[in-house]
C-alpha cells in the first residue's frame, strides 16, 4: 500500500488544518493501526494521534487531546487528520503510517510502522 498525505500548510495561531492520508494500491483492510506522527528540527519523530481499523477507537498524545480529531473514509479509503486551535509549537512534518497486523500497544509506537506516507508540513504562526 502506498500512503499520499497531503493537507499541510502555513496556519496561525487558534487556526485549523485538515490532513488527508489516503491509501493506494490496497484497500484498508479491517484490522491493524493507522497513526499521525510529527517531526520537527532537532527532535525525534512522536506520535500524535492513532485509529484502529478494526474497532475504529481512536488515540491521541495529550499534547493534542481535546484539539485534534483523527477519523477514517472508508469509501474514500482516506484518513483524516483534523487540526483545530492550532499552536507555534505544532508546526512540523506530519506523517501517516499503517500496520495492517499492528496490535492496539505498539499504536503509538514509530518503530512498528513498515510503510509511510512522504511527509506534509504545518506551520503554525505565532
Known amino acids: 500500500v502506498q500512503l499520499q498525505a497531503s493537507g499541510g500548510g502555513l496556519v496561525q495561531a487558534g487556526g485549523s488544518l485538515r490532513l488527508s492520508c489516503a491509501a493506494s494500491?490496497?484497500?484498508?483492510?479491517?484490522?491493524?493501526?493507522m497513526a499521525w506522527f510529527r517531526q520537527s528540527s532537532g527532535k525525534e519523530r512522536e506520535f500524535v494521534a492513532g485509529?484502529?481499523?478494526?474497532?475504529?477507537?481512536?488515540h491521541y498524545a495529550d499534547s493534542v487531546k481535546g484539539r485534534f480529531t483523527i477519523s477514517r473514509d472508508n469509501a474514500k479509503n482516506t484518513v483524516f487528520l483534523q487540526m483545530d486551535s492550532l499552536k507555534p509549537e505544532d508546526t512540523a512534518v506530519y506523517y501517516c503510517?499503517?500496520?495492517?497486523?499492528?496490535?492496539?500497544?505498539?499504536?503509538?509506537?514509530?518503530?512498528?510502522?513498515?510503510?509511510w506516507g512522504q511527509g506534509t508540513l504545518v506551520t503554525v504562526s505565532s
Open positions: 485509529i484502529r481499523l478494526g474497532s475504529l477507537s481512536t
Open positions: 503510517a499503517t500496520n495492517p497486523r499492528g496490535i492496539l500497544s505498539s499504536l503509538r509506537l514509530a518503530g512498528q510502522y513498515n510503510n
Open positions: 494500491g490496497r484497500t484498508f483492510s479491517g484490522s491493524g493501526n
